[in-house]
């Protein structure tokens, strides 16, 4: 990218403050403007900026970026938002294995990441991942549109039930166990679960919709902790991956573990491509015609796979998961106030699974970085709970 072009904001502002991509909303701008920023947001029609371009916007003089996951972010830009001046990053994401924290705290550069303001929405659309494939919607779709349906028939695009069956979660977090509730609260299904730590939350809560179902006379919901990933891909009849992609995680749905599911299982992934081994899933999918996989997001974003789009037992959409208006610009928002709260030395916000104060516009938002994914590291200050008087 030659001469970039950018947009800005509030040119007088005493902070500069470079958008990596423009940002749904208005909220994020107003944000930094509030702050005392220069915003100056790349138009460029470049998709993935490379580091040379967010090089060129970080320039000789830059206080804070917001950048993007698609952005290669390690010692190369943290040592020159360091050498401009600068001390504050955001990434527009919760997930922030495009980010290496390591470089950044060597260079004493605050990480942001954009949690909480997306665990629903992206559960909605692992829900949706799931039932299009589990009821075969795309192939029916792409056959009505073909003019090929000639009248109903007792085996046309049949599908699986999910009522009554278990659906498997690795990586029960924030938005793992969203999804989980969607899937008992929705269909009736039963949990079993495989993360690091336990998730009493989702175990209290099936359990009392169980009970609940009980007392109406229906058959109750259950839930299992598994002790290993394993355990759960050979009992579920859904899986959805939900974990945080790092080197514990790096194809963990591989050729051995994807023959121990079921043959007629459903597999999604909302997560980070490279949790699976895609080349693996490619040919499991050829000789699996039953076992059918829901994916956004994919191993060599943007790109499939080869073979891969051509699988009708595969629904692929473009990393989608968190595209909702609300969401969308609560991460900008978020990602703002993260680098905004930076520069203006506020501390680290006490929990950023309570994120929901932050994105009110109709009230100031608290002076505090609403998450600071090294704060620790960096020994900044967190800001105690307000007490409810
Ligand atoms: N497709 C999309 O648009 C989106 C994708 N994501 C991805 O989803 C991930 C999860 O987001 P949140 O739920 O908010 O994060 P979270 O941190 O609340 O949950 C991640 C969970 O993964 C677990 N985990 C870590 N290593 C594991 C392992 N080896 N085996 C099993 N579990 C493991 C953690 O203990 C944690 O409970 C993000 O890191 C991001 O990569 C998030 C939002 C949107
Ligand atoms: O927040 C994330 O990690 C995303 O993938 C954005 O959709």
Redesign the pocket.
């Known amino acids: 990218m030659a001469a970039y072009s950018v947009q800005v904001f509030n040119a007088g502002g005493k902070f500069r403050v470079v958008s990596t991509k423009p940002m749904p909303g208005n909220q994020w701008i107003q944000a930094l403007v509030n702050a005392g920023c220069r915003v100056e947001v790349c138009t460029s029609q470049k998709t993935i900026l490379s580091v040379e371009d967010i090089l060129s916007l970080i320039g000789s003089r830059c206080d804070g970026v917001i950048g993007q996951l698609t952005e290669e972010w390690g010692e190369t830009l943290f040592s020159a938002l360091k050498k401009a001046g600068g001390h504050a990053f955001s990434n527009m ?5 495009n980010v290496d924290v390591e470089a950044a705290n060597k260079h004493g550069i605050a990480v942001g990441n954009t ?2 303001v ?2 629903e929405t ?1 559960a909605e ?1 692992a829900a949706a991942l799931t039932l299009s494939a589990a009821r075969r919607v795309v192939e029916a779709d792409d056959f009505m549109r073909a003019g090929k349906y000639d009248g109903w028939l007792p085996n046309l695009f049949v599908g699986n039930l999910l009522k009554g069956q278990t659906v498997g979660i ?7 166990s969203a999804y989980a509730r969607m899937m008992v609260e929705g269909f009736k299904m039963n949990v079993i679960y ?4 336990q998730s009493k939350f989702l175990e209290n809560f099936v359990t009392a919709y169980g009970n609940f179902l009980k007392s109406q006379g229906e058959t109750p919901v259950t839930w299992k902790r598994a002790s290993s ?1 394993e355990e759960v891909l050979r009992e579920a009849d859904v899986v959805s991956l ?5 080197k ?2 790096y194809h ?1 749905i591989n050729k051995e573990r994807l023959s121990m599911m079921k043959k007629e299982a459903v597999l999604v992934n ?3 491509g490279p949790v699976i081994d895609e080349v693996a899933l490619v040919e499991h999918l050829k000789v699996n015609p039953m076992f059918r996989v829901g994916l ?2 994919f191993e060599d974003e943007p790109y499939m796979k080869p073979g891969l789009g051509e699988l009708p037992n595969a629904v692929v959409v473009p ?5 909702s208006k609300w969401t969308r610009e609560g991460m900008a928002t978020l990602a703002a106030l993260n680098v905004a709260g930076k520069l203006q030395g506020f501390p680290v916000w006490h929990n950023s699974n309570m994120v929901l104060p932050f994105l009110d516009e109709n009230s100031p938002a608290p002076k505090a970085c609403p998450s600071i994914v090294n704060a620790k590291v960096l020994g900044l200050q967190v800001a105690a709970p307000v007490s409810k008087m």
């Open positions: 994401a919760v997930g922030y294995n949690p909480g997306l665990t992206t659309l690795i990586g029960a977090g924030r938005i793992g495989y993360d690091l730590y990933a939900h974990p945080v992609l790092d514990t995680t963990l909302a997560s980070r956004d997001v990393h989608i998961a968190s595209a």
